[in-house]
């Protein structure tokens, strides 16, 4: 959190497109960052209490293997160099690199990214998955069997930078791709059907896409950009483009009614798909200006009650990362006789004190203070005067306050407006 100047500027006028966060909250809920599978990316190594440099069960997609030295971070990213093998075999040529959490409890909440994708055809992409786990009792199949199991992987993106040669190639390159799966490894031996709902044709039924392309003429390796998902439910998952509503996905249930009911791990990994040709050549892996997947930052916020604490599974490090620009703004206003009802929203790194006040010219005719908690909340609350009072003319304004009981943000001052039925 900075007390500066700027940030009570940036807290009047920020972007979203600079400075990402969750759907507003509905009244008395607040996000707040999940630490276990949240990172800034500002250091110069991975985070070894958050992050392995491999994934844990996977080699990779022939030709690419995940290999921990494509694997850096540096210049506020971390890294994904792409590149051939130093020694290739039967099945693996290209080197790519996975990065998966050390956390294997995510479970419904905020899930975004902040990437720039390499412009080769391996993708980058960020998702989340659990492994495969003995299925209990029959399922809507009517399977019932001892060796049956199942699992989840939530696809949030898959972005390809290069020319894919098929039809939905561009699809990969000028949008974001989206996907839910449910696998199912059946009685049968070696038998596993797939069930899969979202954007992506190559992978899924390539429906329930709303608003998942980029403005024309940009494309997935042109700028960072920021993909998100709102784990809801066991059922139901909206998906966000630049703090953009693209798309809702109701999970399919054809193997059990709900099936998104288990926590998943975190994936950050570039690979080689069997349906995008031509694969990158040696040339295009050797070429810096092309091959490296960037990511800025990965977010993640459990949803609470706004005056809750989160049980976090990983405690914060030293200060709180800057991620919330400090803001406040009154949503709706109330007046019934002699009682001012109120709703506003908030933002803010750290714990911190709100002053709410009215106004009437320059003079305060009411003051208190309350607490608010770190993240970004949606509260009511209310005034009872002591004694009627003439309303003409009178305002409401919030300050967030810092320890020192400096103004770090303000809203803008609302109007009260007298006889609200």
């Not at 349906?275 to 990965?298: F, M």
């Not at 003051?367 to 909340?377: D, E, T």
């Amino acid at each position: 959190m900075k007390f500066t100047n700027k940030a009570l500027l940036l807290s009047l006028f920020s972007s979203p497109l600079t400075f990402a966060k969750p759907p507003e909250p509905e009244l008395g809920k607040r996000w707040v960052i999940n630490n276990a599978y949240s990172d800034e990316f500002n250091g110069s190594t991975l985070d070894k209490r958050k992050w392995l440099d491999k994934h844990r069960t996977w080699k990779g997609r022939p030709p690419a293997m995940f290999e921990p030295t494509t694997v850096s971070v540096q210049n506020g990213n971390m890294q994904i160099k792409n590149k051939m093998m130093d020694k290739p075999n039967k099945k693996f040529s290209i080197a790519g690199g996975a990065v998966q959490s050390i956390g294997q409890t995510a479970y419904h909440g905020f899930y975004e990214s902040r990437f720039k994708a390499s412009r080769i055809n391996m993708s980058t992409t960020f998702w989340l998955s659990n492994r495969n786990v003995p299925y209990e009792g029959k399922n809507h199949l009517g399977q019932d069997c001892s060796n049956d199991g199942w699992s989840m992987e939530l696809d949030i993106v898959e972005a390809v930078g290069g020319v894919i040669d098929k039809a939905f190639g561009v699809n990969f390159r000028q949008g974001m791709q989206y996907n839910t799966h449910v696998w199912y490894s059946g009685c049968e031996k070696r038998s596993r059907s797939r069930f899969s709902k979202g954007a992506n044709v190559a992978e899924g039924d390539g429906t329930q896409a709303f608003n998942n392309k980029l403005p024309k003429g940009e494309e997935v390796w042109t700028n960072f950009n920021t993909y998100a998902a709102w784990w809801k439910n066991e059922n139901e998952v909206d998906f966000y483009l630049n703090d953009g509503f693209a798309g809702r996905i109701q999970v399919d249930t054809s193997l059990l009614e709900k099936p998104y009911s288990r926590p998943m791990s975190m994936q950050l990994l570039t690979e080689t798909y069997d349906w995008g040709r031509p694969l990158p050549t040696p040339q295009q892996l050797a070429d810096d200006a092309i091959n490296t997947s960037y990511y800025d930052w990965v977010r993640s916020y459990y949803y609470v009650d706004v005056d809750k604490e989160a049980k976090q599974q990983l405690e914060r490090i030293g200060k709180a990362d800057d991620i919330f620009i400090e803001s406040t703004i009154v949503k709706s206003t109330k007046l019934v006789r002699d009682t001012l009802e109120f709703t506003y929203l908030y933002e803010t790194d750290e714990d911190v004190k709100a002053l709410i006040e009215i106004t009437k010219g320059n003079k305060t005719v009411f003051s208190k203070q309350v607490k608010l908690k770190a993240g970004y909340g949606h509260l009511a609350d209310k005034i009872t005067l002591s004694k009627t009072m003439d309303f003409d003319n009178t305002q409401l304004s919030i300050h967030l306050l810092s320890d020192k009981g400096k103004t770090i943000a303000y809203s803008k001052p609302v109007k009260i407006k007298v006889n609200v039925k």
